[in-house]
């Protein structure tokens, strides 16, 4: 079983180093600085072997080139981000299962964020790693893909074990709490963890890992299915499309 240990760097970004506790071979994900990785990697006496991106966007590839000069690395990413991927060794199709020590990996295509989005499924380890597709309590801005393709993705992530730890690339836990709770204001289970998780983030903890069951439950961006949940918010006549649109779209202005 691998350990997983969470990386907080730049302002508000998780990197993630997953290692094997008795040999110390180690992967990172994101590693959107250095020095954090570095640090980290020298403390616990560990051989980082790969860089796994989730995407190409600068705060998750930022470290690329100088963590592969100083441990001499591959670096992996997916096939659609070969262009864009700096120092990318071992590319990745949807559906592919990579092996690290003896765990599978599993790779998916998540568009809607970026174009090459991809997640990262740890299936003995019960861990999933969304990049910025999927947030706590949130989902990434649409940057390159459509409102298809982003929900199609969110699908996707939501057919996963409900049991599943969901590690995201951002801090914004607290930020979309008030966003679901600015929409969905009676909600008593997203203030109760609204104020477990701002007592966590005053302590410098990060928020997460959550669960796809807490997800699922309380995650507006995972509720276009809820019926309930758009008549009270006034949607009813939203399709799951335009629902889910319509929902990012304030999103975007809040
Ligand atoms: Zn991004
Ligand atoms: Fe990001």
């Known amino acids: 079983m ?3 240990e969470i990386i907080p760097c730049l302002k508000d970004n998780f990197s993630f180093v997953i290692y094997n506790k008795i040999n110390r071979n180690s992967l990172v994900i994101d590693p959107g600085e250095v020095e954090p990785i570095i640090y980290f990697i020298k403390k616990n ?3 980082l072997n790969y860089i796994l991106n989730t995407h190409h966007h600068s705060d998750h590839i930022g470290g690329n080139l100088e963590l592969k000069k100083k441990y001499s690395l591959k670096i992996v990413g997916s096939k659609m981000d070969q262009k864009r991927i700096p120092g990318i060794d071992i ?3 949807d559906g592919d299962i990579w092996n690290f020590e ?5 790779v998916r295509e998540t568009p809607g964020h970026t174009i090459g989005h991809i997640y990262y499924y740890l299936k003995k380890e019960n ?7 999927l947030f706590s309590f949130g989902c990434g801005r649409l940057f390159e893909g459509t409102y298809e393709n982003m929900l199609s993705s969110l699908k996707l992530i939501k057919s996963l074990p409900h049991n599943t730890n969901i590690y995201c690339g951002h801090e914004y836990t607290l930020n979309n709490i008030k966003f679901c709770l600015s929409l969905d204001k009676e909600n008593q289970i997203l203030k109760k963890t609204y104020n477990e998780i701002k007592k966590k983030i005053d302590l410098n903890i990060p928020s997460i890992p959550t669960t796809l069951k807490e997800q699922i439950s309380n995650n507006i961006f995972l509720n ?3 019926i309930e949940l758009k008549k009270k918010l006034k949607f009813e006549n939203l399709d799951e499309l335009n629902f889910f649109k319509k929902i990012r779209e304030l999103k975007d202005q809040f």
């Open 127 to 133: 861990a999933l790693f969304t990049g910025d597709t």
């Open 224 to 226: 276009f299915d809820n």
């Open 91 to 93: 590319v990745l199709n």
């Open 2 to 4: 691998l350990k997983i």
């Open 102 to 106: 003896n765990s599978e990996i599993e």
């Open 45 to 47: 006496n560990l051989k």
